[in-house]
């Protein structure tokens, strides 16, 4: 089972920062927090991963809580082509054994 | 990043016969290949995993005998729906893991089949 919880859908105005919510309030210290997102009829593609502290690359940021309880992945100005549905994920990194589990994931919508 | 090239994109078959998916990682050795199905408006359902030299472990529920799978070297992995029935249509996607701390999982571009 998917140990995290995320909204079912959201929308975003085009232009604007798509903030999605996860919940992962069982997680371990060992495991870290991804996002991936998938584009109708296609591979999932990563995003961003992180620990404890906030991350930040060219697509998104992650913002983890204090308690690591739940995090936000942060699109800073949404487009068009962001509308996917997005996956956060919890999984020990280095564990080689511990495949992905996908939740349902949130569907965000990026409207005109 | 990674790039993970799986082919063919789609495929539409007969039913009885069998189909087969490759799964290729371009720019890096992938010692694991996992296997997902994906049904309309639903979640990846992870189906097996794939060690290369060794045989796959399957998921609680997936026939191993009909979802025949090989990782014969550490860029190749394949996936071959033997004897595909209708209820077998469905987009399948691999990905491929690289040997790294904090190592991250790339995706193929999926195969829809269809099987008529």
């Known amino acids: 089972d998917a140990k995290t919880t995320q909204p079912t859908s959201m929308d975003c105005a085009e232009g604007r920062a798509a903030n999605l919510p996860c919940n992962h309030s069982?997680?371990?210290?060992?495991?870290?927090v991804y996002w991936y997102r998938q584009i109708h009829s296609q591979g999932p593609q990563y995003i961003i991963h992180?620990?404890?502290n906030n991350e930040t690359n060219e697509m998104a940021s992650l913002i983890i809580t204090e308690d690591r309880k739940s995090s936000t992945l942060i699109l800073p100005h949404a487009t068009l082509r962001d509308t996917a549905v997005y996956y956060c994920?919890?999984?020990?990194?280095?564990?080689?054994?511990?495949?992905?589990?996908f939740g349902p994931g949130t569907r965000l919508s990026v409207l005109p | 990043g990674a790039v993970v090239s799986q082919h063919p994109s789609r495929v539409i078959c007969k039913s009885g016969t069998s189909v087969k998916i490759e799964c290729r990682s371009l720019?890096?050795?992938?010692?694991?290949m996992f296997w997902y199905r994906q049904f309309p408006k639903q979640s990846l359902m992870l189906m097996a995993t794939?060690?290369?030299?060794?045989?796959?472990?399957?998921e609680q529920g997936v026939e191993k005998d009909k979802f025949l799978i090989n990782h014969a070297s550490l860029t190749l992995s394949t996936l071959t729906v033997t004897s595909a029935h209708p209820e077998d249509s469905s987009f399948y996607i691999c990905s491929a893991r690289t040997d790294r701390v904090n190592e991250k999982l790339f995706f193929g571009s999926g195969t829809q089949l269809s099987v008529l």
């Open positions: 992180g620990l404890k």
């Open positions: 069982t997680i371990s210290g060992n495991e870290y």
């Open positions: 794939s060690n290369e030299g060794s045989k796959a472990t399957y």
């Open positions: 994920i919890v999984r020990v990194g280095y564990n080689y054994g511990q495949n992905f589990v």
């Open positions: 720019d890096f050795q992938a010692t694991t």
